[in-house]
């Protein structure tokens, strides 16, 4: 019964080659959330949706960009990926607008760079 | 001064053990507390998530916030090799996005 499920678990891509990483919830809720964790360093927020609306971090490259086509589904689009990119990608979900706020977090997809 | 602080570790302690996690911060807004484990090469689990000063326990684990003193920590009673892991608090207010800290690595001995 998972809530939020990414795919794929793990992804290998060649350097400056675009990647697309998926998301999916089954939670209904509204707020999806993209995050970047390197190794033993807390998750880094990189952009979130709240419905459709977009809300991109100051400090996230232009190299990442993101689709929501639907409340279900999110992707994270990385068109150049670099050596430095690789990590854990972190996909979470909430639901702002409630007293239950929490976020809940998928498995992770991680990247590796060669 | 980051908004979040919370001591790395690592931490080892023997099993059974009480087990004292915590996190200050600077940011009086802040509303919303969660504690994540994370196990290695995986996603942070939500394990207690508290909206209010005082104490919350589920089973073996107590969350305890104090806004008055912007500190926040998690107590694990009969710790287990099991819970072995890295642990992540997190807060927030309204609709803004969770401030991590930079987590606690602890090992739980045999």
């Known amino acids: 019964d998972a809530m939020v499920i990414q795919n794929p678990r793990y992804q290998v891509t060649q350097f400056g080659k675009p990647v697309t990483l998926s998301c999916s919830q089954t939670?209904?809720?509204?707020?999806m959330y993209w995050y970047q964790q390197k190794s033993s360093q807390a998750p880094k927020l990189l952009f979130h949706?709240?419905?459709?609306?977009?809300?991109n971090e100051a400090d996230t490259p232009d190299n990442f960009q993101s689709r929501r086509p639907n409340t279900s589904f999110c992707f994270l689009d990385i068109r150049s990926p670099g050596l430095g990119d690789a990590a854990m990608y972190l996909c979470a979900t909430s639901r702002v607008g409630s007293v239950n706020t929490e976020a809940f977090f998928g498995q992770g997809t991680r990247l590796t760079v060669v | 001064q980051k908004e979040v602080e919370q001591d790395p570790g690592p931490l080892s302690v023997p099993e059974g053990a009480i087990v004292s996690l915590n996190c200050t911060y600077s940011?009086?807004?802040?509303?919303?507390f969660m504690w994540y484990r994370q196990y290695s090469r995986k996603g942070p689990e939500l394990l207690m998530y508290t909206y209010s000063s005082g104490n919350k326990e589920d089973g073996r684990f107590t969350a305890q916030v104090d806004k008055s003193s912007k500190y926040i920590s998690l107590f694990i009673r009969d710790s287990q090799p099991s819970d072995s892991a890295t642990y992540l608090c997190?807060?927030?207010?309204?609709?803004?996005?969770?401030?991590f800290g930079t987590g606690t690595r602890l090992t739980i001995i045999p």
């Open positions: 939670l209904n809720h509204n707020v």
């Open positions: 940011n009086s807004a802040f509303q919303y």
């Open positions: 997190a807060m927030k207010f309204g609709n803004e996005k969770l401030t």
């Open positions: 949706y709240y419905d459709k609306d977009f809300n």
